[in-house]
Every structure is written in structure tokens, then in C-alpha cells.
């Protein structure tokens, strides 16, 4: 399976606030997004239990994944 890593400029036009945006972007709707670069990786098979599944899976966990 593939996952993307994405890195994005958004512009908070009518001040919503860090929270909001993140809320925004947690549901897949976005603000003005510009995509900066995409990382594709191989992150194997899918199941619940995937460290990319799991809010609890640090940051640097889920990087290592697109770590070249």
C-alpha cells in the first residue's frame, strides 16, 4: 500500500485559528492549499493496527516511512 506525505502553505483568510485549520485539514477540506512537495512510500500492508493508523504513533515514527 501507498501513503503520501504532503506539505502545504495554507492562508487562514478569515482568521479561524490553527485549531480550526487543523480541524479542516483533519477532514480532507482544505483552505486555499498550496501543495509544496509529495513524498510517495511503500508503507506495506494495511490493517487497524498500522503505526500510520494510530494517533498515538510519534511524529518521527510515521516520518521514517518516507526517510530515504
Not at 8 to 17: C, K, L, P
Not at 21 to 39: G, P, Q, S
Request: proline letters at 1%.
Amino acid at each position: 500500500m501507498k501513503a503520501y506525505k504532503i506539505e502545504m502553505i495554507i492562508v487562514d483568510t478569515v482568521n479561524e485559528g490553527i485549531d480550526s485549520i487543523l480541524a479542516t485539514v483533519d477532514c480532507m477540506r482544505y483552505h486555499k492549499a498550496d501543495v509544496l512537495a509529495i513524498t510517495e512510500a511503500d508503507i506495506g500492508e494495511w490493517s487497524e493496527e498500522h503505526p500510520l493508523n494510530l494517533k498515538t504513533t510519534k511524529n518521527y515514527q510515521k516520518r521514517e516511512y518516507f526517510d530515504n
